[in-house]
């Protein structure tokens, strides 16, 4: 019989990841899938039904994949979406009963924990004592400043209320748009300039790193860096200067959602959000006042199966 596995699932915005580890955190195998939960939800406040459904064939084929690898342990957990779609509770439900998966809606904090504890792995060799994360979902961003340490302490986090997928929608930046676009960086930028204000910051400058997790730090330093085909791991955990980044944002904004989703790099999965994620993830860099960040695919996931492998030594 094989040995139990542990295994991770992380219900974004536009996104949901798999990642099964033995009991070691060996990667047995990982996978993202395009769910598109948060697609059309600006208008209506719902989950379509559209996807509702892919949402639940993703589970079915995650759990048939868990099955496979003799899966004990797992956490599944949801975020920005299922925390503000008016039948979010109905989608947790239907998971249960079609797929078999009990699916956690955690907060922006938890939500912030996870992600820390996943990009601290990317992290081992910088020597500063502090650290900032975040992390540029499709229905939030999270930034978080702790300290760099074994056990990391969270000294300030905030939840954006935009990620890719509500930005786009709400602000119209399907294609590039100067003014949309300035009305979306005004937006970012207050949130931003406040978490520098009440995480006091600037005390830490000179001794803090920068870390940013999801696609979009991936996928534009395959940008910048002129690499195809876009490969996560093949970025994962490279240190990209702000100066690579803008470069790729400026790229970025010369390409329509037809070229976008022609590129390599980006692809008809990302192209309609891509703009706004762009604005985003620029904006906030210039204002936490970054040189350069490590880019991460080692995120929530990561860190969930972290917190199975202490909780089975501790069963023990």
Wanted: net charge neutral; hydrophobic share 40%; charged share 25%.
């Amino acid at each position: 019989m094989k040995p139990q596995s542990l295994a991770a699932i992380d219900l974004g915005t536009n996104s949901c990841r798999l990642l099964i580890a033995d009991a070691a955190g060996r990667t047995l195998y990982k996978t993202a899938v395009s769910t598109r939960m948060g697609e059309g939800m600006q208008a209506t406040g719902r989950f379509t039904d559209e996807a509702i459904s892919r949402g639940v064939e993703c589970f079915c084929s995650f759990k048939m994949k868990m099955d496979e690898y003799n899966t004990g342990q797992y956490r599944a957990i949801a975020t920005a979406a299922c925390r503000t779609a008016a039948n979010g509770e109905e989608f947790v439900r239907k998971i249960k009963q079609q797929a078999g998966i009990d699916l956690e809606v955690i907060d922006g904090y938890e939500e912030a924990v996870l992600n820390l504890k996943g990009a601290m792995l990317n992290l081992q060799n910088e020597k500063a004592g502090h650290v900032v994360v975040y992390d540029l979902g499709g229905g939030s961003t999270e930034i978080t400043l702790a300290t760099r340490s074994r056990r990391p302490e969270i000294l300030y986090t905030i939840s954006i209320p935009y990620g890719a997928r509500n930005a786009a929608e709400k602000f119209g930046l399907k294609e590039y748009d100067v003014d949309r676009a300035a009305l979306l960086d005004k937006e970012i930028a207050a949130y931003a300039r406040s978490f520098v204000r009440a995480s006091g910051l600037e005390k830490y400058r000179g001794d803090v790193c920068f870390a940013a997790t999801s696609s979009t730090p991936l996928r534009l330093t395959h940008i910048a860096r002129g690499w195809t085909p876009y490969d996560r791991a093949r970025a994962d955990g490279a240190v990209v200067g702000t100066d690579e980044f803008e470069q790729a944002v400026a790229a970025v904004r010369q390409m329509s959602c037809a070229q976008m989703a022609a590129d390599a790099n980006v692809g008809p999965t990302r192209a309609e959000i891509f703009q706004a994620a762009a604005v985003i993830f620029s904006r906030i860099y210039k204002e936490l006042g970054a040189r350069k960040i490590v880019a991460s695919l080692k995120s929530a996931v990561d860190g969930i199966i972290m917190d199975l492998q202490s909780e089975q030594i501790f069963s023990e």
